[in-house]
C-alpha cells in the first residue's frame, strides 16, 4: 500500500487521511449528466399481496437525496414520514432506482407527480422495507473530463485495478457525502449532540456559513449567528433550506429550547449527525492503520473478523478476534474472502480490538476524549448508538470498465465507463478516489 499522494485538505478533515493505491491520478469529474452515475438496488423484495398493507413502489429519481424524497412524498400523499420506509439511503447527485414501502393506494401512487422522479413499479404487499433489507448496489459510472492521452487513461486504469484486485478490495471509508461536500459539517453537529453542547450543535447546523454556498444562504447563516432573531430569520432564510426552517421556526416560539429544535428534524436525518460522527471516528481509526502498515487483508493478532453470513454479507453477530491458536484460520477466512478484518465503530457498548489495531482504536477515542456513555443521549429521542464494527476492507464484485466516447459536449476526450457492485454501506466514489485522487468536487 502506498501513501505516495495526498489527499486534499477536505478529505483529510473527515478522517480520508491516505490512499491505498500507488497510481498517479487519473484526474477526471463525475455525475456531470444524469446518465453518469446510475445506482440500482440489490434487495430481496416484499412478496406481492393483493390488498396489501402497504404499496412497494420502485422509484427513479433524479438529484433527490432520500430524506428529502420522503419529506416531498409525504406532503404530495399527504402521509405521515413514518408511513413510508425504504432499504438504503442515497445521495442527491446521481440517478438512482430505489423501492419504498408506502401506506397509501396504487391510485394515489399513479397519480402522483413530482419533478424528475418516475414511478417504474409498484405493488401491494404486507411486509415493509426495512435498512436491513438491503444487500447491496449496483453502480454504472462515467468518469468524464480527463486530461490525459488515451494510452495514460488506459495505463493508470488497468495499473490502479491490479492494485484493487491485489488486496481483494479497497479501503472501506466512509465517503465525503456522509459529511456533506458543499459543506461539511453533518459529523461536528453530531459531536457537538454527543458531547451534550446542543446549543451549539444547533448553530453549526444552522448558522457556520461555507464560502462554497450560495451568496444567500452564507448571509443567512452569518445573520442568525449574529442576531440570533430566530422569528426575523423566517422572513430571510432561503426557503429551500426546510430542514432548518423547521429548527428555526421551532426556536422562534421557543427560545432555546435547543434539544427541541433538534429533536423536529426526522428521525433518519437526527441519527445521521451521529452516524456521521461515528464515521468520522472510523475514518481516522483505518487511516490510522493504512499508515501504521498494518494490512488491510491479512489479519494481526488482535484483530476481529466478522465473517459472512448465508447470503454472503458481513455478520456482525459472530465477531471473531484473533489469537495465537486460530490466526491461520483467521488469515484462510480472510484471503478466502469469507470475512473481513473490522475497525471499531464507536457507541455505548464498544467492542475494541487487542493488539496493535486495539492500540490504534483507543489512541482516537481518548484524543477525542470519548466515553461510552456519550452515546446514550437521554434528552433527545431514538439517538442513542451502541456502536459495532465496520470491515475495513471493502469488496468489489464484477467490476468492467471500458473507454468511451461520449455525447456530452461539456467535456471533449474519453471518459471511463465504469460497471461493478458493492455491499450495502460501502461507497463507490471511495472507490472512484482512489483512481481518480481528485479534490471533493470531483465526486
Not at 149 to 174: L, P, Y
Amino acid at each position: 500500500m502506498s501513501m505516495g499522494a495526498v489527499p486534499p485538505r477536505e478529505e483529510r478533515d473527515v478522517g480520508l487521511e491516505v490512499y491505498v493505491t500507488s497510481t498517479e491520478p487519473l484526474g477526471g469529474k463525475l455525475k456531470r449528466l444524469p446518465d453518469d452515475f446510475i445506482v440500482d438496488e440489490i434487495l430481496e423484495l416484499p412478496e406481492e399481496k393483493e390488498n396489501g398493507k402497504f404499496v412497494t413502489a420502485r422509484i427513479e429519481s433524479y438529484n433527490w437525496e432520500t430524506n428529502r424524497l420522503i419529506r416531498a412524498l409525504s406532503r404530495k400523499l399527504g402521509i405521515s414520514r413514518n408511513s413510508i420506509s425504504f432499504a438504503g439511503t442515497k445521495d442527491k447527485r446521481a440517478i438512482t432506482t430505489q423501492y419504498f414501502s408506502i401506506v397509501t393506494t396504487l391510485e394515489r401512487i399513479d397519480d402522483l407527480y413530482l419533478k424528475d422522479i418516475r414511478i417504474l413499479d409498484r405493488y401491494y404487499s404486507n411486509r415493509k422495507l426495512e435498512i436491513g433489507d438491503l444487500k447491496g448496489n449496483h453502480f454504472r459510472i462515467k468518469i468524464k473530463g480527463i486530461d490525459l492521452e488515451r494510452t495514460a487513461i488506459k495505463r493508470i486504469v488497468k495499473t490502479n485495478m491490479d492494485e484493487i484486485n491485489n488486496i481483494s478490495g479497497f479501503a472501506n471509508f466512509f465517503g465525503v457525502q456522509r459529511f456533506g461536500i458543499i459543506r461539511s459539517i453533518t459529523h461536528k453537529v453530531g459531536e457537538m449532540i454527543v458531547k451534550n453542547d446542543i446549543e451549539k450543535a444547533v448553530f453549526t447546523y444552522i448558522g457556520n456559513p461555507c464560502k462554497k454556498e450560495s451568496s444567500d444562504a452564507i448571509s443567512a447563516r452569518d445573520r442568525i449567528e449574529k442576531e440570533r432573531d430566530f422569528k426575523a430569520a423566517l422572513s430571510y432564510y432561503p426557503v429551500n433550506y426546510s430542514f432548518e426552517r423547521m429548527m428555526i421556526d421551532h426556536l422562534s416560539k421557543r427560545d432555546s429550547d435547543w434539544e427541541g429544535a433538534i429533536e423536529v428534524l426526522p428521525l433518519n436525518l437526527k441519527m445521521m449527525f451521529i452516524h456521521a460522527y461515528q464515521s468520522y471516528l472510523f475514518n481516522r481509526i483505518l487511516s490510522s492503520r493504512i499508515k501504521k502498515g498494518l494490512s488491510l487483508n491479512e489479519p494481526s493478532l488482535g484483530d476481529i473478523i466478522i465473517p459472512l453470513n448465508n447470503q454472503g454479507i458481513p455478520d456482525h453477530h459472530r465477531p471473531v478476534r484473533v489469537n495465537n491458536n486460530n490466526i491461520k484460520d483467521m488469515n484462510d477466512i480472510v484471503k478466502g474472502k469469507k470475512g473481513f478484518i473490522t475497525g471499531l465503530i464507536m457507541g455505548m457498548e464498544p467492542i475494541f480490538a487487542e493488539g496493535e489495531m486495539g492500540e490504534i482504536e483507543r489512541k482516537i477515542i481518548k484524543e477525542e476524549k470519548l466515553k461510552p456513555d456519550d452515546f446514550l443521549i437521554l434528552d433527545i429521542k431514538g439517538i442513542n448508538s451502541r456502536g459495532i464494527r465496520r470491515n475495513i476492507l471493502a469488496p468489489v464484485y464484477d467490476l468492467k470498465w471500458r473507454l468511451v466516447k461520449d455525447p456530452d459536449i461539456t467535456f471533449e476526450g474519453e471518459a471511463v465507463e465504469m460497471e461493478f457492485k458493492l455491499f450495502r454501506g460501502t461507497y463507490a466514489t471511495v472507490l472512484l478516489r482512489e483512481l481518480m485522487k481528485g479534490d471533493i468536487m470531483s465526486y
